[in-house]
């Protein structure tokens, strides 16, 4: 087999198509052009004997190219190992099929998520940087207490009268959770299952063009994974009545599709909404072929029949209002005309319709009502413009708190829970908590729970800002907020946060010491100080160390609180606890 990969190594550096300026072979543009059936690369394979005896077959004088053979061959991990993948195999960072354990698509987890800021503020430049994160995807048997409800620690009380610490939760608590978002749904289960009337989440798009890239950007696979664990989980958290809003773009929209239809079943399928969010004016027509302005919405219900959808009405606009309602009675109200019949003699009968009593169009499946505002984020933050209402100044940013509403008043009543486990900049909340609904948000980058404190604490004191005057918003209210108790994780955050070899190596120690390492590893054909570890790259380094982590313990069980190694506080113990309504 060696030789084989040998000659076809050197048979296909004949073809530039196939390899990068640096040399590396381009192993997904060759597999899909064998794929495709090449003729030129057919013409290659064939010029070579070896290769023409080992993946074509001469059937009645016809050769026929054996391109599932040729796909194994090309993605075999022993051909054209680069040096990670090399030392991966040296360390055993399989699965017991032999296959690495980054290769199942069965559960992703992704550090982090959407709308991340890791470094200061999202001024045009700090735009055009590229930070890299990291994504798992683990396989079956690589799973035991991962999805386990977890303990939650930090919890804190706010409302109009300040902070304080939280050791008890009730059923009319709003929630805040800080860590990962498929853990954290999964330990709602326990207590909300079936109970959620309402969720709406905006999660990565998967364009590349995110505020952020993924580690090698997920592939489309691997995203679709990332959405069918939390999507399963999203289904058993709805009520009958429920509702699932999930915001997408074109890019993967038709695909996230297909995969809904698949967990939620088509027949509870209820709509596609196009929200057209701006116009195709300035920069963004600096394309030749048409300019999207629109994303879709998927709309789903756990059960068709008995889903929540209440009529809503979108208002009249100021020229339609002037071409219709052109009448005034002698208190001044306007009211348009509308022919309700005709009398004996003939003559129209008409029947006052006034602007007043009128609830306005009712809603069609296309949004170009709400657009999209640009702002400073770092308002919330600095608190130095409180009437800030929305947050984009990056692709995939903050949604108006008026397109939240609408589909809160859609798909929902006052006191219903609505959950957003995406919940980037806290709009989703925002909204809730203003229009009398309970929340559940959960995000994990610091950065993003700030903001989203510091935002809610001024939905509590009254802010002016989104839907506020729309609702007559005038403050009041609570929200709790938590986190996971961290025991992995704290590895990945120090692993994500090290600038140097130097810190890495340290982390690498403080792991060997009180981590969880994966039981496929040998942690002694780990050494920082060798040769082959020092030929790979930073970033390959650190996305290593984390893929070495036991991933079932990122974070504290529940079955484990009252261990003495996980130096639960008393405190944490009792909110937990009554969180989940255990003794």
């Known amino acids: 087999m060696a030789n084989l990969f040998d000659n076809l190594v050197e ?8 390899f990068s300026e640096q040399g590396a072979l381009l192993r997904n543009k060759l597999y899909e052009t064998a794929m495709n059936m090449d003729s030129q690369l057919l013409h290659l394979l064939l010029s070579n004997e070896a290769i023409k005896a080992h993946f074509f ?3 009645d004088g016809v050769l026929v190219f054996d391109k599932i053979k040729f796909g194994w061959v090309i993605n075999n991990r022993e051909f054209l190992p680069d040096s990670f993948t090399r030392y991966k195999n040296k360390i055993g960072l399989v699965d017991r ?11 992703v987890l992704s550090f982090p998520y959407k709308d991340c800021v890791l470094e200061g503020g999202q001024t045009r430049e700090e735009q055009k940087k590229d930070e890299i994160f990291y994504n798992e995807t683990l396989a079956p048997d690589e799973v035991d207490r991962l999805l386990y409800p977890k303990v939650f620690t930090n919890a804190v009380r706010y409302t109009a009268d300040g902070q304080e610490k939280a050791t008890s939760f009730t059923e009319n608590d709003n929630l ?9 749904i999964s330990s709602l289960l326990k207590k909300y299952e079936g109970k959620i009337k309402l969720i709406y989440i905006d999660p990565p798009f998967n364009t590349g063009n995110d505020s952020f890239n993924y580690n090698d950007r ?9 959405m069918k664990d939390r999507l399963k989980v999203a289904k058993r958290l709805l009520s009958q009545d429920g509702n699932i809003f999930i915001h997408i773009d074109i890019n993967q929209s038709h695909y996230l599709k ?6 939620f079943d088509k027949e509870n399928f209820v709509e596609e909404i196009i929200w057209a969010y701006g116009s195709p004016s300035g920069g963004r027509a600096a394309t030749p072929k ?14 068709y029949a008995h889903r929540k959808q209440n009529r809503v009405y979108v208002p009249y606009s100021e020229k339609y209002i002037k071409d219709w309602f052109k009448y005034s009675d002698e208190d001044g109200r306007l009211y348009r005309r509308r022919q309700r019949g005709k009398d004996e003699n003939g003559n129209a009968i008409w029947s006052k319709q006034y602007l007043d009593e009128s609830k306005g169009v009712p809603l069609s499946t296309v949004w170009s009502d709400i657009q999209q505002v640009y702002a400073d984020p770092r308002a919330y933050k600095e608190g130095n413009k409180a009437d800030v209402e929305v947050i984009k100044t990056f692709s995939g940013g903050q949604k108006p708190e008026a397109l939240i509403k609408r589909i809160i008043e859609m798909a929902s009543d006052e006191c219903d829970i609505v959950l957003d486990f995406h919940l980037g900049t806290g709009t989703t909340a925002a909204v809730a908590h203003k229009t009398g609904r309970k929340y559940i948000g959960v995000e994990q980058i610091n950065t993003q729970i700030e903001m989203i404190l510091n935002r809610l604490q001024k939905v509590i004191s009254g802010d002016t800002a989104g839907i506020s005057k729309s609702v007559n918003w005038q403050g009041g209210g609570s929200f709790v907020f938590c986190e996971l108790a961290k025991l992995n994780q704290n590895y990945v955050e120090q692993i994500q946060e090290a600038q140097n070899d130097e810190e890495l190596s340290a982390v690498w120690d403080n792991i060997l010491q009180s981590g969880f390492i994966s039981s496929y590893v040998n942690p002694k054909e780990i050494n920082p100080e060798a040769e082959d570890f020092n030929e790979l790259s930073f970033e390959e380094k650190k996305q ?3 893929e070495l982590l036991d991933k079932n313990m990122l974070y504290v069980n529940l079955c484990d609180i009252d261990d003495e190694d996980y130096q639960i506080s008393e405190d944490d113990k009792a909110f937990t606890k009554s969180f989940y309504g255990v003794e």
């Open 11 to 18: 048979l296909l550096k004949t073809d530039k198509r196939f």
């Open 258 to 263: 297909v995969l809904a239809d698949e967990i």
């Open 97 to 107: 099929n032999d296959n690495f354990i980054s290769g199942s698509n069965d559960v």
């Open 176 to 184: 805040i959770i800080k860590g990962n978002n498929l853990l954290a």
């Open 290 to 303: 048409p300019v999207n302005i629109h994303d879709y919405i998927l709309h789903y219900s756990k059960s």
């Open 218 to 226: 997920f592939s489309r696979s691997t995203w679709l994974s990332f």
């Open 544 to 546: 290593l160390f984390i």
């Open 57 to 59: 077959t001469d059937i």
